[in-house]
């Protein structure tokens, strides 16, 4: 009841507001007149001054007492009509809200039945089942109790069985040490081979090694061969190259002294110096054949040399014949120079090769090096790529961290207002119920008591010009949607603009003014003007008008 008291006060004030307005609704197609709802901004009607110009007296009596009660009543009527219009409005709103909640309980106890329906017959073929495992079960274990009582049967005749094998294990027992005994002596026998294997592989790897050195010494012989070999045909050719100069120069010193001679003889002195060139020349032979008789000498004691070298060498051989397979035959140097000319192209070869394997290694080198540098370059790139991906995530992390918060705003709404929500629709179903029913009862009874009262001619509805929108309406079968008509009267003529608020709450059904407009624009009620748009303050008074609602 302390909800009910704070909350009347409010619907008051707001019928208050509302019933000065008298707004009417009607259908488009019975007035003819353009309709202006909008969300953002409020209703506003207005009425012409000259509404009842033609009834109004030309002389200005002053009013009676009679015509101020008269005027309060209505007053209060139209204050009443405009709560009855807003309860009856929320009435059928929340009708249509309490049958959509009835077909989704409906739809959800169906949906509950056919579930449980399912889980019943889930738990019915689980319950088959399980019966049908617990017969099996039954069957398995009697079929092991049988077993059971078939094993202590036979239970004895195991024992007697295993007491005669402990007597044959007693028997057995000599037997057993015997083979043992011979086991350890072939076990002694086994070691005693390993040993010998084991001493016989010592000695054949010595052997291996003993092999590998005299290999070894062997190529460092043909080694040390193949390089006194190498020296001597470098010693040859050097001899060769010096013996190539000194035929060289000694052609170039008899060319010299043949051009001098020319020289002598072309440029000589004259008779004069007949003498002198005659010396010279003497001089010069001279010279020449000293050097004769010095080669002819030197050819001849090289002769003598060989010859005794020769003699010399047949006489050692003759008197040694176990070394001369010392001295190297023509044939064996001939084969000798060739094995050295082959050695020497293979190591030119293998030169070659090295050469071409170090260009390779170069080139792989400086590929492994291509390679390391655009591993590194990836390795950046992609330690880039991480880092931009790893701010994504976070950014989608915060994002989704504010998303849950409004979410969780959301859903906080949502309960408050689903709370709102029932709380009103007990207020209504409930305490509201009886003040409702007074509102009706008192507005029966006042419009008895008006009905049965003689009204005014200044003031009566049937000279005004709402009649003829009346009238209208009913030729146009619009009177079968209007659901109230209200009636009131205005003392001073004013064009002043009221606003009837139109917010509504999260598109709920609710909101918190409580005027006879915003219940129409939740219900999808549109509201068409009639006389124009007539608009009053809270005054005492306002030209009789029409309101009729049609419903979408």
């Known amino acids: 009841m302390s909800a009910l008291k704070t909350s009347l006060p409010l619907f008051q004030t707001t019928s208050a507001s509302s019933s000065s307005s008298t707004s009417s609704y009607s259908n488009t197609s019975a007035t003819g007149m353009s309709s202006t709802t909008t969300t953002s901004s409020p209703?506003?009607?207005?009425?012409?001054?000259?509404?009842?110009?033609?009834?109004?007296?030309?002389?200005?009596?002053?009013?009676?007492?009679?015509?101020?009660?008269?005027?309060?009543?209505?007053?209060?009527?139209?204050?009443?009509?405009?709560?009855?219009?807003?309860?009856?409005?929320?009435?059928?709103?929340?009708?249509?809200?309490?049958?959509?909640?009835?077909?989704?309980?409906?739809?959800?106890?169906?949906?509950?039945?056919?579930?449980?329906?399912?889980?019943?017959?889930?738990?019915?073929?689980?319950?088959?089942?399980?019966?049908?495992?617990?017969?099996?079960?039954?069957?398995?274990?009697?079929a092991i109790v049988y077993a059971a009582k078939d094993a202590q049967n036979t239970l004895p005749m195991v024992r007697q069985r295993l007491n005669q094998t402990f007597k044959e294990s007693d028997s057995s027992k000599y037997e057993t040490e015997k083979v043992e005994r011979q086991l350890s002596s072939i076990e002694g026998d086994i070691i005693m081979f390993k040993r010998r294997l084991a001493h016989q592989d010592d000695e054949h790897n010595q052997w291996k090694q003993l092999t590998t050195h005299i290999q070894r010494l062997l190529l460092q012989a043909k080694n040390e061969t193949h390089n006194e070999n190498l020296t001597k045909n470098s010693c040859e050719q050097a001899t060769k190259q010096l013996r190539a100069d000194i035929a060289k120069l000694r052609e170039q010193n008899q060319q010299k002294l043949a051009d001098l001679k020319q020289n002598t003889f072309v440029f000589g002195p004259n008779a004069n110096n007949d003498r002198a060139h005659m010396f010279k020349s003497e001089l010069s032979s001279a010279i020449r054949k000293i050097r004769q008789e010095f080669e002819r000498e030197n050819d001849r004691q090289r002769a003598e040399l060989y010859a005794k070298f020769t003699q010399s060498y047949e006489s050692i051989v003759r008197d040694f014949p176990d070394i001369a397979h010392l001295f190297l035959t023509d044939r064996e140097q001939e084969r000798i120079r060739q094995e050295e000319e082959r050695l020497r192209l293979e190591l030119q070869r293998i030169k070659n090769e090295t050469n071409t394997l170090k260009q390779k290694n170069g080139e792989l080198r400086l590929r492994t090096?291509?390679?390391?540098?655009?591993?590194?370059?990836?390795?950046?790139?992609?330690?880039?790529?991480?880092?931009?991906?790893?701010?994504?995530?976070?950014?989608?992390?915060?994002?989704?961290?504010?998303?849950?918060?409004?979410?969780?705003?959301?859903?906080?709404?949502?309960?408050?207002?689903?709370?709102?929500?029932?709380?009103?629709?007990?207020?209504?179903?409930?305490?509201?119920?009886?003040?409702?029913?007074?509102?009706?009862?008192?507005?029966?009874?006042?419009?008895?008591?008006?009905?049965?009262?003689?009204?005014?001619?200044?003031?009566?509805v049937d000279r005004s010009r709402s009649s003829t929108y009346l009238s209208n309406s009913r030729l146009n079968g619009t009177s079968n949607n209007s659901y109230s008509r209200f009636i009131n009267q205005k003392t001073n003529a004013t064009n002043d603009v009221i606003e009837i608020p139109t917010n509504v709450v999260n598109g709920n059904g609710l909101a918190p003014s409580k005027s006879a407009g915003d219940l129409s624009l939740k219900n999808g009620i549109h509201a068409v003007e009639i006389n124009g748009t007539s608009t009053t303050s809270s005054q005492p008074a306002v030209p009789p008008t029409v309101l009729q609602t049609r419903r979408s």
């Open 369 to 460: 090096r291509e390679l390391q540098i655009n591993l590194e370059m990836t390795i950046e790139e992609n330690q880039r790529f991480e880092k931009i991906q790893q701010n994504e995530i976070d950014q989608l992390k915060t994002k989704q961290e504010r998303v849950s918060k409004d979410y969780d705003e959301v859903i906080t709404k949502q309960s408050s207002l689903e709370k709102e929500i029932e709380t009103y629709r007990n207020l209504l179903e409930g305490t509201m119920k009886t003040v409702v029913d007074t509102i009706t009862d008192e507005y029966s009874t006042s419009s008895s008591a008006q009905s049965n009262r003689p009204a005014p001619r200044s003031v009566s």
């Open 43 to 142: 209703y506003a009607y207005r009425s012409s001054p000259s509404l009842y110009s033609e009834s109004r007296p030309s002389i200005n009596k002053p009013p009676s007492l009679f015509n101020q009660t008269r005027e309060k009543e209505k007053l209060e009527l139209s204050t009443l009509n405009d709560k009855f219009a807003d309860y009856v409005e929320k009435v059928r709103y929340l009708e249509a809200q309490n049958k959509k909640v009835q077909m989704e309980t409906n739809t959800l106890n169906e949906k509950q039945q056919n579930h449980c329906q399912r889980v019943k017959s889930m738990f019915e073929n689980e319950i088959a089942q399980m019966k049908e495992l617990a017969e099996k079960l039954f069957k398995d274990k009697n």
